[in-house]
């Protein structure tokens, strides 16, 4: 029906940035609720940013600053930009979407995961 998929993790050097992508498909009407959550060991699942269809956005304080969520909702598709990227970023991303879809000529809505993406920041 409806799939997240997550890419543009990796291993980053303090300090350093990277860009995470998200694309939604399947059988979409629309999106509501992107964001991006992530896992660190041990730690709960936390909000990183989210953005709503019309572009608000809003953060985490431990990432106020130095990071930028997008959507483009043509695409369907979420990004978080990190910037001065810190050990402490270190996590698994997962991104989040609130979702209308058509399942089987039914309208119905859901909030969706992807599978979750690594990053790991070290030098």
């Known amino acids: 029906q409806v799939q997240l998929v997550e890419s543009g993790g990796g291993l980053v050097q303090p300090g350093g940035s990277l860009r995470l992508s998200c694309v939604a498909s399947?059988?979409?009407?629309?999106?509501?609720?992107m964001g991006w959550y992530r896992q660190a060991p041990g730690k709960e699942r936390e909000l990183v940013a989210e953005?709503?269809?019309?572009?608000?956005?809003r953060y985490a304080d431990s990432v106020k600053g130095r990071s930028t969520i997008s959507r483009d909702n043509a695409g369907n598709t979420v990004y978080l930009h990190l910037n001065r990227l810190e050990p402490g970023d270190t996590a698994v991303y997962f991104c989040?979407?609130?979702?209308?879809?058509?399942?089987?000529?039914?309208?119905?809505?859901?909030?969706?995961w992807g599978q979750g993406t690594q990053v790991t920041v070290s030098s």
């Open positions: 989040n979407a609130d979702i209308y879809y058509d399942d089987r000529s039914r309208l119905r809505t859901g909030d969706f």
């Open positions: 399947g059988s979409i009407f629309s999106i509501n609720l």
């Open positions: 953005i709503t269809s019309g572009g608000n956005a």
